[in-house]
């Protein structure tokens, strides 16, 4: 499948695209609606309407790559919405691999993960 680095984000467009659009296309698309910039090396995913085909544009330093996948049954199904008017939504690796496998996240539950400590560095003069 997809082995990505940590330091790459991926984003999911919660609009339907028109998938007809090829790498130009959805450079615009990315510009234009999700207000980012497609060379940045991070992962834009689309899906269309009906929701049957779903497509991947990123930039890997020497030119464009879209992953493109049709679910011959079911749909793709986007995150749920975070707030009004947003019009994409950061996801991770492993929710990005079950959206593509047709499993529908609104079920699932992630439980807690560990997170480090921020700690506080106090100057003294």
């Known amino acids: 499948m997809l082995s990505l680095p940590p330091s790459v984000r991926i984003y999911f467009a919660l609009d339907p695209v028109d998938l007809r ?16 910039d497609p060379m940045s090396g991070h992962l834009f995913v689309f899906i269309n309407r009906r929701g049957n085909r779903a497509k991947i544009l ?11 996948k049709r679910i011959e049954r079911g749909t793709f199904r986007a995150p749920k919405r975070p707030g009004l008017g947003e019009v994409k939504v950061e996801v991770e690796a492993a929710e990005l691999m079950l959206i593509l496998e ?24």
């Open 21 to 36: 659009k090829g790498f130009d296309g959805l450079c615009n698309v990315t510009r234009s609606l999700l207000a980012d």
């Open 58 to 68: 990123f930039w890997d330093r020497t030119g464009w790559v879209i992953y493109y």
């Open 102 to 125: 047709g499993i529908e996240l609104a079920g699932s539950r992630r439980r807690s993960r560990w997170v480090p400590e921020k700690k506080t560095v106090t100057l003294r003069c």
